[in-house]
């Protein structure tokens, strides 16, 4: 089962932390990826990190700006989200797959978790 957390209410500039955390399995032989949707437009992966922590992809509109990584010992994968942007605004989901990265379309996710929500205003 997949919990993320930490989304909210945020200025433009702001920053965020969202975390996925897994119980019932360890993100060691996983791929992770974080996907959003924002309001009347298709889900579309902003970050992915493989299952080595050794490949790691974001979408061009995140490049910069935010961080993925995996921290094995809390078998928690963090997306760190900074200077946001009004277009920041989407509900993120976590993934898993069992190849070696997610794909962009999500064809190969295992596991989808809950969204949490993120609100940048202007």
């Known amino acids: 089962q997949l919990q993320a957390s930490g989304g909210g209410l945020v200025q433009a500039g702001g920053s965020l932390r969202l975390s996925c955390a897994a119980s019932?399995?360890?993100?060691?032989?996983?791929?992770v990826g974080w996907f959003r949707q924002g309001p009347g437009k298709e889900r579309k992966l902003v970050s992915s990190?493989?299952?080595?922590?050794?490949?790691?992809y974001y979408a061009d509109s995140v490049k910069g700006r935010f961080t993925i990584s995996k921290n094995y010992a809390e078998n928690t994968v963090y997306l760190q989200l900074n200077s946001l942007k009004p277009e920041d605004t989407a509900l993120y989901c976590c993934?898993?797959?069992?190849?070696?990265?997610?794909?962009?379309?999500?064809?190969?996710?295992?596991?989808w978790g809950q969204g949490t929500q993120v609100t940048v205003s202007s």
């Open positions: 990190i493989s299952r080595s922590g050794g490949y790691i």
């Open positions: 993934a898993v797959s069992t190849g070696n990265i997610v794909s962009a379309d999500g064809s190969n996710v295992r596991s």
């Open positions: 019932g399995r360890t993100f060691k032989s996983y791929a």
